[in-house]
C-alpha cells in the first residue's frame, strides 16, 4: 500500500471511529433513559400558546427579523475579507462594495418606513 492510500486509509478509520462512537452513544443512551409516553408530551406547542386548528400561531414579524439577521450577517461575510485585502483589490472593488452597502442599506431604510423594525 502506497503512502497515497495509507493517508486514506488514516481518514476512513477516524470517520468510522466517530460514527461508532456516536452510535454507541445513541444506542447507550436509549437503552439507560427512562421511557414513560404520555399523551400531553405529543401536543404541538408554539411559543407558550395552545395551537389553535392544528396550525400553531406565529407573528408573520419573527421571520422578517430572521431575514433581516441573515441580510446583515451575510453583509458581515461579504465586508471582512473584502476589508482585509482593501489595499490590494483596487479602486473597482471599493466601489462594488460601495453599491453594495447602499443597496443593503436601502433595504434597511424600507424595513424601518415600513415600520417592521417597531416591536410594540
Known sequence: MTDYY???????????AGLAMVGGMLGLGKLIRPTRPQPQKYVTYEA?????GGWGQSNVRYYVYALLFVMFDVEAVFIFPWAVRLETLGVQSLISMIVFIVILALGLVYAWRKGVLRWA
Open 6 to 16: 495509507r493517508e486514506y486509509l488514516a481518514v476512513a478509520v477516524l470517520i468510522g
Open 48 to 52: 407558550g400558546s395552545d395551537p389553535v
